[in-house]
């Protein structure tokens, strides 16, 4: 969780978490008798000698040329413009203890490097800015903006600073504003552009502002996203910002599009975004503490340096409307650090162009993504540590109205009548909806249509209940395709964690409570709730811990097998083979510590396409199960809404066995399908 308690930074000034103004007016540092004392009017020039205070007499301002010597500090105490900047190797420009400086070369923030993780403030590089119009080199001087994740203190500069207010001109950088004068409630037509790193966009504290038509390019590293360092625009503090038309593209290590923290609404209208990574420092090991986590967990069989968006802080919500996301690698739509956030795509693409998942519900989170197109790498969705709750529908006017009274998305009457009705389209090369930890629940209903290269659902939680609910309405219904014929995959966790490697079992005791592993509510539980709807496909419980998957069919149909299994990796899962975490390999076999309890209700069918181990079964008077069932060697008639228990296999029938899977086993690179009919 982020630090909210006041900090003393690596200048000795104490700060709280949110950097406040010093006066009500801008302050600015001037030396006077070669000591600095504070004076009001950052926005107001000063004279470039007062403002300057350097160590070597080759150090100076001559004809509004300032150099920096070889091996000299130089404090820049005020806002100067200049013609020229010179700084030679080993010279460096600094503001004042408490404040930071900004280097803009007609309008485009540059200069400032970060190359180490150890490094929490960026410094500005030797080299020669000159301006290509007069006066067209500034130096910026704004009173240090902080946060602290982990009570690790990040400096932010910013071009725009808005806070309840107004436009704080101590913490904002106007020289940086192009195309576009901001108010104190809204910016149109505004650009800005960065090539230097640690800079942030648009940073908006407990005020409701509106962002029409605007161009954000940012070219270099980021430091911490979970610092909101480095990023386009930030909501925070409670902000309502509306985002409109906004075409945005940045670069670079942690260089995130927009983020949402400490309980903002941000809105994002018919916009375009692109985000694509950088290159790490050389001294970053691969990690999951926050104050130092600048690429994707490799733990999680993905890789990358930057998402594109973010959810901080509790109660944040984002919502992204008639818009293109795309993140080069690691994520799209991610929420981290926080509980009760809400997270939504309507009507959106959400592409990864490598590695990477659509969007990461985390913390007790909500995600609403109607009628969006997800074209990913790694996964659809990732769900963990919380009681998340991912929905994937048709953006029917009903549903999109709803969410515009609950999320306050200010949608107007002419908006809403414009949104057409879509249906999810969503694709993965590997994973469809991976589920992990906590309480987990994913529910794809309408025509949503999925398709995923491995299993289309996999849980890997070894407590809590994960529930899949897969919903047709009796017009519609969605519709599922694996490349490896696997709908439901349950398996073990196989995060080896940081440096860590990971083998699967070999020596597994079985169980002796062969009661409890034909009750759902004995262990940990992965739910599967098919409602008027035909699948055709495999569903496999392959974990060796006691976990049992349950498979309610209500007025549905499944083609395919209903198992226990053993599953097992290709080989060793370790960082230089992240890609085998999730993918395995599936041999039905008999119980172990996990069980498979079935249940057919509703006029619902299960067409047995090969052998397959559960160890509860219910088939009530209006179901049917075409297979043979066999307990204890002996073959059996299920009676209708008796429940059998024990270890019961189903085999397939001749018709069904011909047209289902005559292998017992499933590669992860099988070309067998499974899909809706």
Not at 119 to 141: E, I, N
Not at 249 to 255: D, E, M, P, Q, S
Not at 452 to 474: H, P, Q, R, V
Request: aromatic residues 6%; hydrophobic residues 35%; charged residues 20%.
């Amino acid at each position: 969780m982020r630090n909210t308690s006041p900090q003393t930074d690596a200048f000795g000034v104490s700060s709280p978490r949110r950097a406040r103004r010093l006066a009500a007016v801008a302050v600015a540092v001037a030396t006077v008798g070669g000591s600095l004392m504070l004076v009001p009017g950052a926005a107001l020039a000063a004279s470039p000698s007062s403002a300057l205070s350097c160590g070597n007499s080759a150090s100076g301002i001559v004809r509004n040329v300032l150099t920096v010597a070889a091996d000299d500090t130089c404090t820049i105490s005020a806002t100067t413009d200049l013609d020229k900047l010179v700084i030679a190797d080993g010279g460096e420009l600094v503001a004042p203890d408490g404040y930071d400086v900004t280097l803009t070369v007609d309008g485009v923030e540059t200069g400032q490097a970060w190359f180490s993780i150890q490094d929490v403030a960026g410094w500005l590089q030797p080299g020669r800015y000159v301006s290509k119009h007069r006066d067209g080199v500034v130096l910026t001087v704004t009173t240090r903006h902080s946060e602290s994740p982990n009570r690790v203190e990040f400096p932010i500069r910013q071009s725009l600073y808005v806070d309840s207010d107004g436009i704080d001109q101590s913490q904002s950088v106007p020289s940086s504003w192009l195309g576009g004068q901001p108010t104190a409630t809204g910016s149109k037509g505004l650009n800005i552009v960065s090539t230097g790193s640690t800079f942030n966009g648009m940073w908006f504290d407990g005020v409701d502002y509106t962002v029409k038509d605007s161009k954000i390019s940012m070219t270099g590293d980021g430091r911490n996203d979970f610092a909101d360092d480095g990023a386009a625009i930030v909501g925070d503090n409670g902000a309502n910002v509306t985002i409109d038309g906004l075409k945005l593209k940045n670069a670079g290590v942690v260089r995130t599009a927009i983020i949402s923290d400490g309980g903002a609404n941000v809105v994002v209208k018919h916009s375009d975004i692109d985000v694509s990574g950088g290159t790490l420092p050389s001294d970053y090991v691969a990690n999951v503490d926050m104050p130092t986590m600048v690429a994707a967990p490799w733990m999680l069989g993905l890789e990358g340096t930057n998402r594109a968006t973010l959810l901080l802080g509790d109660g944040s919500k984002a919502s992204y409307i008639d818009s293109d996301i795309t993140a080069e690698d690691w994520g799209v739509l991610s929420t981290d650090a926080g509980s009760g956030v809400k997270l939504t795509a309507i009507n959106s693409s959400i592409k990864t162009i490598d590695s990477g998942y659509g969007t990461y519900g985390i913390g007790s989170a909500t995600g609403e993504y109607l009628g969006s197109r997800f074209d990913v790498n790694s996964y659809i969705s990732i769900s963990a540590n919380g009681e998340n709750v991912l929905h994937f529908g048709d953006s029917d006017k009903a549903s999109v109205a709803a969410l515009n009274d609950s999320l306050n998305l200010g949608l107007t009457n002419k908006e809403l009548k414009q949104l057409t009705k879509q249906n999810s389209k969503l694709s993965s090369d590997r994973i469809g909806f991976m589920t992990w930890a906590g309480d987990n629940t994913v529910n794809v209903d309408g025509g949503t249509r999925v398709s995923t290269g491995l299993a289309t659902f996999e849980d890997k939680s070894n407590t809590g209940t994960t529930t899949y609910n897969i919903t047709g309405d009796g017009k519609s219904a969605p519709t599922l395709h694996s490349g490896t014929g696997v709908l439901v995959q349950v398996m073990n966790q196989d995060d080896p964690g940081p440096g860590g490697s990971y083998n699967d079992p070999t020596d597994v005791k079985q169980t002796t409570d062969a009661a409890a592993r034909a009750d759902a509510t004995q262990r940990a539980v992965t739910v599967t709730n098919v409602t008027d709807d035909d699948l055709r496909g495999d569903l496999f419980n392959g974990a060796t811990v006691a976990k049992n998957l349950v498979v309610n069919l209500d007025g549905s149909s499944v083609t395919g097998r209903i198992s226990t299994t053993t599953a097992v990796h290709s080989g060793t899962v370790d960082e230089a083979n992240y890609e085998r975490i999730g993918d395995v390999t599936n041999t039905v076999s008999a119980p172990v510590n996990g069980g498979v309890i079935v249940d057919l209700a509703d006029h619902s069918t299960w067409n047995v396409t090969g052998k397959s181990y559960v160890t509860s079964l219910t088939v009530d008077k209006t179901s049917k199960l075409n297979g043979i069932v066999s307990i204890d060697g002996e073959v059996i008639t299920p009676k209708a809404g008796v429940t059998y228990t024990g270890d019961i296999l189903v085999s397939a029938s001749a018709k069904h066995h011909a047209k289902g899977h005559s292998a017992q086993t499933q590669h992860s690179n099988a070309k067998a399908t499974a899909h809706r009919k």
